[in-house]
Structure formats: C-alpha cells, structure tokens
C-alpha cells in the first residue's frame, strides 16, 4: 500500500541526475517540498519496502502536462488558497484540486484515472512525514518541471489533525472534524493572537520542553523543541517589544520561540555577575602588579 511503480524518478541529495526509487537506500537524502519553511529540503529516507502482487493504480494528470502514477491509496496533499490540506487517497482526488510541483507552485488536477495490474511497486518512508513531501517524476518525465509532491508511506493522517503553517509556527487546526482532541500550537499565545495565559490547561503552550508531557506535543513530534530548551534572545526581545524586528532564521533557528518567563531578567542577572567577577578580577590584578 501506499506505493509508486517501479521506474518512478526521485532527486537525491549528491546526484545531478534523478535516480529510479528502486535503486534507492535507506539513509540516502531525497529531495523534498518542507511544508514548514516552504521551500525545497533534502530529507532522509528511513525506510523502503518493495513488493509484487496485484494493485490498483491511479494515474494523476495535472493541466500543466505533469502526470504521475500511484496506488490507489497512496496519500496525496492537496493545497486550496495557499494552504495544504490533510493526505488524502489519491483515488479520492476531485477534478479541480491543486497539487504541489517542483514548479514552487500549485497546478489543478485535470484527470484522475484507474486501472489494475501486477507490477513491482516501492513505497517510500521519509522524516517527519507531516512536514515533508517527496518530488516524484513519471519514468520519462525526469525533467523536473513535470516533478510531483506526493506523501511519505507513513504520512496517512491517523490524528484527525489538519496541520497548518503561518508565519513558522505550526498549528493543527481541527475544523469540522469531531474529534475529542486539543489543538496543539507551536506559536506563544500573545503571537497566536490569545492573551498570555489563556491557554487551556495541558496545551502545548503550558507544558514545559524536556518534561515527560512535553513530548505529546506536535511541535516535538515534527522536532521543533530540543530536548533542553534554550530560548532565543533574538525572538524573546521581538515578543516583548524590545526589538521591531524577529528573529531571521525563523523555523531554522535551532532556538526556542516560544515564551519564557524571567528570561530577560535571568540574561540581565547573568550579566550583571559577568560584570562584577570582571570588575574584581581587574581590582585583584591592579593589587598584584602594585605588590
């Protein structure tokens, strides 16, 4: 399940040309759409599974010319108005709806098609699977313009979450989806547009990074929290009106963005001690080159 045929052309990370995803590796790095930064990134492959038995098969064509062939349960992400959707089969695909390309732009689909047959067909398992999406070309459509984002094997959204990004932070909004669950955000609540403070007890937002509950998180399972949290000035000094401007490495700070309680005074505590062990330092330096 969840598969491409045999044939179908990946980019890896080292290569100029794109190579068929049977001669594939585990621990090689693909090149994948980040959902997070919004960009092209490589991403490793942790897993490949190939078999041989009797498949449905869809065949998507966009209007641009691009087509690819999946199984029929092969998550796909469509995008509507700038935002991705939850995966879904590529048998459900709707006329009309926007995919991904290596193009950076989103092209409606034209066609969806069905057929059956016994083929060798290879699924795919990358990194955080929410987060990036694998660029896939049709045997004979190497040429990268034709290339697709299509989902991980392990990217079937099983939480009933609609993961969205904004602005770096990463939300999972649950509109219309009945499903007794929080709605985890990566963003502090004065960014999210919530006063400090009101957010739920047991949210994201108030479980502390390192601690055990810490790792329920989304923002730690798309690791985006370190296992010891370390905030960053840059950004702390944005959210609380010190500086006009956020931090610029945005998601690719290896930093904290979130809220932090008495950091400005414990970084200001910390200097202030500089300052005096420095100042006593020069006085017993001054008394040694006297004596």
């Given at each position: 399940?969840d598969?491409?045929?045999?044939?179908?052309?990946?980019?890896?990370?080292?290569?100029?040309?794109?190579?068929?995803v049977?001669?594939?590796?585990?621990?090689?790095?693909i090149?994948?759409?980040?959902?997070?930064?919004?960009?092209?990134k490589?991403?490793?492959?942790?897993?490949?599974?190939?078999?041989?038995?009797?498949?449905?098969?869809?065949?998507?064509?966009?209007?641009?010319?691009s087509?690819?062939?999946?199984?029929?349960?092969?998550?796909?992400?469509?995008?509507?108005?700038?935002?991705?959707?939850?995966?879904?089969p590529?048998?459900?695909?709707?006329?009309?709806?926007?995919?991904?390309?290596?193009?950076?732009?989103?092209?409606?689909?034209?066609?969806?098609?069905?057929?059956?047959?016994e083929?060798?067909?290879?699924?795919?398992?990358?990194?955080q699977?929410?987060?990036?999406?694998?660029f896939?070309?049709?045997?004979?459509?190497?040429?990268?313009?034709?290339?697709?984002?299509?989902?991980?094997a392990?990217?079937?959204?099983?939480?009933?979450y609609?993961?969205?990004?904004?602005n770096?932070?990463?939300t999972?909004?649950?509109?219309?989806i009945?499903?007794?669950?929080?709605?985890?955000?990566?963003?502090?609540?004065?960014?999210?547009?919530?006063?400090p403070?009101?957010s739920?007890?047991?949210?994201?937002?108030?479980?502390p990074?390192?601690?055990?509950?810490a790792?329920?998180?989304?923002?730690?399972?798309?690791?985006?929290?370190?296992e010891?949290?370390?905030?960053?000035?840059?950004?702390?000094?944005?959210?609380?009106?010190?500086?006009?401007?956020?931090c610029?490495?945005?998601?690719?700070?290896?930093?904290?963005?979130?809220?932090?309680?008495?950091?400005?005074?414990?970084?200001a505590?910390?200097?202030?001690?500089n300052?005096?062990?420095?100042?006593?330092?020069?006085?017993?330096?001054?008394?040694?080159?006297?004596?």
């Open positions: 399940s598969c491409l045929p045999a044939g179908t052309l990946v980019w890896v990370e080292g290569s100029i040309l794109p190579q068929p049977e001669r594939l590796t585990v621990g090689q790095r090149l994948c759409f980040d959902r997070l930064i919004g960009n092209m490589y991403a490793e492959l942790l897993g490949r599974a190939e078999e041989n038995k009797p498949s449905e098969w869809v065949q998507v064509n966009l209007t641009d010319g087509s690819l062939q999946v199984t029929g349960d092969h998550p796909l992400r469509p995008e509507e108005n700038g935002q991705a959707r939850a995966p879904k590529a048998s459900s695909l709707q006329v009309g709806e926007s995919l991904k390309v290596l193009k950076m732009t989103t092209v409606p689909v034209a066609s969806v098609m069905t057929s059956e047959s083929t060798s067909r290879i699924s795919l398992t990358v990194q699977p929410d987060r990036h999406s694998i896939a070309a049709a045997p004979g459509q190497g040429s990268s313009i034709h290339a697709l984002a299509v989902e991980s392990n990217a079937v959204d099983s939480t009933g609609d993961v969205r990004v904004q770096t932070f990463i999972a909004v649950t509109d219309g009945n499903v007794s669950l929080e709605e985890p955000r990566s963003a502090p609540p004065s960014l999210a547009g919530e006063p403070g009101s739920e007890p047991g949210s994201s937002s108030d479980v990074a390192g601690s055990s509950e790792g329920s998180s989304l923002d730690v399972r798309l690791g985006k929290h370190p010891t949290c370390r905030p960053c000035a840059h950004e702390h000094n944005f959210q609380t009106g010190r500086s006009p401007n956020p610029t490495k945005g998601a690719s700070c290896n930093f904290c963005h979130a809220e932090h309680d008495g950091f400005r005074k414990a970084k505590d910390r200097r202030k001690n300052r005096k062990l420095a100042k006593a330092s020069s006085k017993a330096q001054a008394v040694t080159d006297a004596t």
